[in-house]
Nanobody, 125 residues
């Protein structure tokens, strides 16, 4: 069982950067594969990035590859999403998720057991 709380969202201009944080409760954080997803108005939830349990491997959606970086600190029980060169199309609610169902990084939302409430990111042009 794990509870997730996202923070760090806000209103920025195109080209700016943000770092999102996801704080997890419990003592078993390092046993979970972690992911970030986002949902824009009128659209389905989409995969953004994922990271394995040790933080040694990660995978990104094509739309954010080269601009976003996922990382984790298993001592602080926190996963991060560094977002550079933000675009208006990045505007969405960003959700943190934890998976106890897979050993590997996963882009499938069905692989994740626990979800945060989300944090809003708005990018103006």
């Amino acid at each position: 069982q794990v509870q997730l709380v996202e923070s760090g969202g806000g209103l920025v201009q195109a080209g700016d950067s943000l770092r999102l944080s996801c704080a997890a409760s419990g003592r078993t954080f390092s046993s979970y594969v972690m992911g970030w997803f986002r949902q824009a108005p009128g659209k389905e939830r989409e995969f953004v990035a994922t990271i394995n349990r040790s933080g040694s491997s990660s995978y990104y959606a094509d739309s954010v590859k080269g601009r976003f970086t996922i990382s984790r600190d298993n001592v602080k029980n926190t996963v991060y999403l560094r977002m550079n060169s933000l675009k208006p199309e990045d505007t969405a609610v960003y959700y943190c998720a934890a998976s106890g169902r897979t050993y590997y990084v996963s882009q499938s939302n069905s692989a994740y057991d626990y979800w945060g409430q989300g944090t809003q990111v708005t990018v103006s042009s």
